[in-house]
């Protein structure tokens, strides 16, 4: 009798503990969330230092889907550990519904790890030609020639033949023109030019003073003369 009286009870904590563990792990993955959120947008920019910036925006995506994974895992630790069978049919369900976004995060991590590519850098996919402005979390963002924005899957970028255009291929002389009371230095008007993604740095760009205007001239090549309101555009943001 008293062993029958003891089966309700075990089953009743087993319940809670589920229970606790399904609460903590929709806790833990919201404050994990909101973490990462918050750095991102927040605490990365704040740091001052130009090259500590670029090598906090660099690991950063790395460190979030490394933790991702590590908490995927976890999870199907959670779901096999007490029901082997059960747990690894359900984990099974789940891998094949959301399959495409498994291979597309595990091809980011390794695409981001690997650093052959990076944000600003020129590439060719096929038939599409464009400027990387964002590594995502499951794809990369293109801006093409046109402006328009596209959006490739990892797998998909890392399957097809993907090239860095020749420096040499159609390069287009330019020179503009900056007020020197829009730039802060020389220097950092140098850099601004050379981080510049529609100015080809391997060219070595130019930079000149006129003291009697006080104007900065820019000259260097790029890929298209249609760039230039771009690279207008790119340096006054960056001094903004």
Known sequence: MNLL????????????????????????????????????EFVIKLIQNRRARASAKRYFPIITSSTWLVFIVYIGYLLIAPHPIIGSAVLAILLIAFWRFVVDFVSGLVFRIQDNYR???????????????????????LESEDGERILIPYSEFANQIVRMPSVQEKLKQFSIQISASKVSSAEDLNLMVLSCPWIIADKNPRITFNEEELIYRISGHTIDLKYLPKIRSYINSIKA
């Open 5 to 40: 009286q003891t089966i309700p009870i075990e089953a009743a904590e087993l319940s809670a503990i589920s229970l606790w563990t399904v609460l903590w792990v929709i806790l833990a993955a919201a404050g994990t969330m909101v973490g990462f959120y918050i750095i991102d």
């Open 119 to 141: 944000v600003n850098q020129r590439v060719q996919l096929k038939n599409v030609v464009g400027v990387i402005s964002y590594l995502r979390t499951t794809h990369v963002e």
